[in-house]
């Protein structure tokens, strides 16, 4: 018995990722569909050791899916996720589109597994920001141990958070620095070779950007509403890996030994923190792992109950594609046990 996946998007990093990991993590599959849009049908991508030819998103027949996996964009999903919706296929969505919708779910399986029951209001499921899924699946544990009443947090952002034309341009911008050609700058608003970047997405009245504004509410709406916090987000030179610098201030006493016993119990968390040279995690270090890397934990003496620590992930995998593939594992195990065509 098996379930027929599309992945929207099958093209782009995401949804190669996407693939990758339903191929990984042996997803109970009957076949899975890859769909692009137009321009990319008949395009060739892998699937495990299959390759898949590309189905062009305006023709694909959502009926005939159990699941679809949309790594597309706002646009496309704003057009096509409420089509495949209505046709009975459960979409799991990675846009910013449906993130805050009051009646679609937006989930990460180790922090609020439960919440996904509010799928079956819209058959439509939110994948969070990629720099916020690592961060509360850091934070969960240690809430759950103090309750978290206050969090500033400083992103370290790479380009493939942007996507290809992004990696492409810190690539060609890098080489043109060692060759001594003009730098062109297409995608970010400032050179990003030997640079950062305090700025992703729109700027906000208030002068967050949006990307900042997403961290908030999003892990508000995850993890606890009543939690205060306000985020800087950079994007930095580095081509896969989101690192955050995390600033905890809790609400009841917590020790360093008790964060520590926390994060070795918690799934999805890996803490790697020894004071020493190298004994901790860097973004180059977690490319193709799963796991969401804790480092560099201490006390802050700056406040009564206060913790800091170093979070890295790989932002294609739990950032987006992982969190994606999690979220159908839990949905096909507790909520739709038999494929339509079974």
Request: charged content about 25%.
């Given at each position: ?86 046709a009975g296929c ?89 060759v ?18 305090p700025?992703?997405?729109?700027f ?95 006390l ?43």
């Open positions: 018995m098996g379930y027929v996946v599309a992945v929207i998007g099958a093209t782009g990093n995401v949804g190669r990722e996407m693939l990758n990991i339903l191929a990984e993590r042996d997803f109970p599959v009957a076949r899975v569909d890859a769909v692009a849009s137009r321009r990319s049908q008949g395009r060739e991508v892998s699937f495990g050791d299959k390759t898949l030819k590309c189905q062009a998103l305006e023709f694909y027949d959502f009926a005939a899916a159990d699941i679809a996996l949309f790594a597309c964009g706002s646009g496309p999903a704003g057009e096509y996720a409420p089509k495949a919706a209505a459960v979409v799991i969505d990675n846009s910013s589109l449906y993130r805050m919708e009051p009646d679609v779910p937006l989930i990460v399986p180790e922090v609020n597994p439960a919440d996904i029951a509010g799928y079956t209001q819209r058959n439509i499921i939110a994948n969070p920001n990629c720099s916020t899924a690592q961060l509360v699946v850091a934070l969960k544990p240690l809430h759950d141990l103090a309750k978290i009443r206050r969090v500033v947090v400083a992103t370290y952002q790479s380009v493939s958070g942007a996507g290809n034309a992004a990696m492409d341009e810190l690539f060609s911008q890098t080489r043109a620095v060692f001594n050609d003009d730098l062109t700058r297409e995608h970010f608003t400032k050179q990003i070779a030997f640079n950062v970047i700025h992703i997405d729109v906000r009245d208030n002068g967050d950007t949006k990307e900042e504004w997403k961290m908030v509410v999003e892990t508000q709406k995850m993890l606890d509403p009543e939690i205060r916090m306000n985020a800087t987000c950079v994007r930095v030179p580095v081509f896969v890996g989101h690192s955050e610098a995390v600033n905890i201030e809790f609400e009841n006493p917590i020790s360093e030994n008790e964060a520590r016993d926390a994060f070795e119990a918690a799934p999805g968390v890996l803490l790697v923190d020894r004071r020493e040279d190298e004994g901790y995690v860097t973004p180059i270090e977690c490319v193709g792992e799963y796991e969401t890397f804790v480092s560099r934990l201490r802050d003496p700056s406040v009564e109950n206060g913790l800091s620590m170093w979070v890295v992930s790989d932002n294609l995998r739990k950032g987006a594609a992982l969190n994606a593939v999690q979220i159908a594992e839990l949905l096909v195990q507790k909520y739709m046990k038999t494929p339509r065509a079974a």
